[in-house]
């Protein structure tokens, strides 16, 4: 029936349509795969229409056609419409637990059905440093679960002596430690039987080298064999991957991110639109439906741009930078910002693909440098109130999304005093992102110092994003503040990932 007009496209043309009952082996009607959510009786009454006298044999004109739309598919079209808010509630309850848990089971349910997981192969993923901090720079296969099930299975079968047949991944989420900042860790645990493969919250594993073989004519073979396969190799870095970094002044990282914000690019292969291209228009959806100011929103988004690194302006945050500066430089390697220039750094050198770089950080000695999300909310909070004068969902909006642009659970701060040069390198930096005639106001009423984190910070935090754990308690719903708030912090943070490579992609094309 769905096709049945290519029978006469235009006008004066006519066709015969002949429609069949699909038949099963047992001469009855088989309407699969149409048999879930009343789909089935939907195919029922499509056909007792279509065997009427009505339809039977007569003209199909568009008006008929639309007649025989209603009385089949009517009553179920209803009973969705009908039921579509209470799906939209438990697909956003499905979202906020999603985020409460960090469970990587949702994917299927969330974004699309699927069975298929990673497999690596190495002989001891929990020494390797590589497998314990980020497992996706190794080469993996995609297999399906039955597949990873069979060759733990034939493994197990074959006897074979070894340390461990099959592992999974257990991810851990650790605090802030040295140079590269809080970070998931992963320990990998021996399965012992294939209900830990199909669990739903496993979908990484490592196998054994001598648990698998490679043949050069069918590939991987998922059974012991003669010859052991080879381990899983590092990737290529992807290139929007920030594995690199390249001390940056605090004006310079900001110009990046304005630059994401408001510029497409072409990089080799890689297209991005940019940023603001995705952002307007679901700001302005949400704000025309909940009647909030859509360009007071796209104010405090530029604002957020500036302003969200504060927190490296601290004494600490900077010593610490000069002197890893410095030390990296004692030891032959290069630093792109003379030691000796006083203007605030955003970033620092690092390339944390070289393990001679990795254990250069681990072997540097100085006073932490501290963290500098929250500190950076509670130093901008009273311009903040100033500039949305006292509005409470932009007011919440823009301190979480600083205050979590890094850490999702991040709450609270230490102290803060900010250097001298601080002052003049926010001022670069709402000059950049279009507050030319308030650039120096704004910049001098930033909070200078102090000793922790107020009561009303972390009151606004918990109002645009509570603690995954008490969705819960608000009944898995998400408020108008909890939407922007997500808007803001995704824009927010795609803007820094890409800041480096904007930066240096419009000063230096080469």
Known sequence: ??????????????????????????????????????????????WAELVSAEFNGKAMRFPEEQRLVERAHGDADRKFVEALPGLIEQRVREITKCMASRDSGYVSNLIRAQSNASLFISYTPNNDDVFTTRPWQREALSLSKGQIGRAFQAADDSNVDLEFLIQYAVEHNDEETGALGRRSTFEWRSAQTTQDI??????????????????????????????????????????????????????????????????????????????????????????????????????????????????????????????WQQHRLSQGYRVLIDVDDPAPLAHTDIDTREQVERDLQRNFRHAPRGPHAVESAQAVLDLLEDITNGDEVWMAVSVAAIARHHTPSATDCAGFEMVAQGPHALEEALHVCGFKDNAATWAGSVAPTFRRSSRQLRKLIQIAEPDPRAYQALGNTLTPINLIYLLFVRILRLGDQRSGRYWRHYTDPR
């Not at 004519?217 to 870095?237: C, F, I, M, N």
């Not at 704000?287 to 104010?299: N, S, V």
């Open 1 to 46: 029936i769905q096709r049945a007009g290519r029978c006469a496209r235009r006008k004066n043309e006519h066709g015969d349509v002949y429609v069949f009952q699909p038949l099963d082996d047992d001469n009855q009607p088989n309407y699969a795969p149409y048999l879930d959510d009343g789909l089935e009786d939907v195919c029922e009454r499509t």
């Open 198 to 323: 199909w669990s739903p919250h496993n979908w990484q594993f490592v196998a054994h080298p001598q648990a698998v073989f490679y043949d050069k004519r069918v590939g991987l073979v998922l059974r012991p064999g003669d010859q052991p396969s080879a381990v899983s190799p590092e990737v290529t870095a992807k290139p929007w991957e920030r594995l690199v970094y390249h001390a940056e002044r605090y004006h310079e990282h900001i110009t990046g991110l304005y630059w994401a914000y408001t510029r497409p690019i072409q990089d080799g292969k890689h297209f991005r639109t940019a940023l603001r291209d995705e952002f307007l228009y679901p700001l302005q959806q949400i704000c025309h439906r909940y009647k909030l100011d859509a360009d007071l929103g796209e104010q405090v988004m530029r604002l957020l741009f500036a302003l969200h690194d504060v927190g490296k302006l601290n004494g600490p945050w900077q010593r610490w930078a000069r002197a």
